[in-house]
């Protein structure tokens, strides 16, 4: 009777965990087909010429959601503006936003959070944060250059860094029209990031 009753305890928690895990996927699948959607779309697609005609979608790991972790986030104050340098030699203006710490396989890493102070002036993205960062994966399964993540302001002190839904900058794939910021030093993390979109060297940049 006790183990019956253990597993009727039980059962929802399963339930509720399956739950979640569903929406985090579905978010992560949404990710994905919007991102292909951008990229097959003339008018926002950042591939010219055979890349473009010949592009019919994205490889993207496998979805784990190891990286999709909590981070503790915590606010820069006196945050001044500054210049990040980007892939063609020029620079943009940002100013770092904050700090967020997270553990990956129990090891704890820190990354900063940037705001473009170009896109802040519009109202779509005031509440945009940008985050860039390098992994051991760049040159091999990703992009030298680094990935990047599209956040949003959180309201607490703690926010979701979902890996799952980084992809590369759009100067990965056409380096003549883009200029993209290039990944400070304090963003390159020693590990190996299996997430989000692969990166397949065929674009001759």
Request: proline letters at 7%; one cysteine or more.
């Amino acid at each position: 009777m006790k183990k019956y009753l253990i597993i009727l305890l039980l059962f929802p928690l399963f339930i509720f965990s399956q739950k979640k895990a569903s929406k985090e996927l579905i978010e992560i699948k949404k990710f994905q087909k919007d991102l292909n959607a951008e990229y097959l779309n003339p008018k926002e697609t950042p591939l010219r010429g055979d890349n473009f005609t010949n592009f019919k979608e994205h490889p993207f790991f496998p979805v784990d959601l190891k990286y999709r972790v909590t981070a503790k986030f915590t606010r820069t104050k006196n945050a001044q503006p500054f210049e990040l340098p980007t892939s063609s030699g020029k620079t943009k203006p940002y100013q770092e936003y904050g700090k967020v710490t997270f553990e990956l396989d129990g090891k704890p890493y820190t990354l900063t959070l940037y705001q473009s102070l170009d896109l802040i002036k519009l109202e779509k993205y005031k509440d945009y944060l940008f985050l860039p960062f390098r992994d051991a994966t760049n040159e091999k399964e990703t992009y030298g250059g680094g990935k990047y993540m599209d956040l949003k302001i959180p309201k607490g002190n703690t926010m979701v860094l979902d890996f799952n839904q980084s992809y590369q900058p759009y100067c990965a794939y056409n380096a003549y029209d883009y200029n993209c910021p290039v990944v400070p030093e304090e963003n390159k993390l020693p590990v190996e990031i299996r997430a989000g979109v692969m990166y397949q060297d065929i674009y001759h940049h």
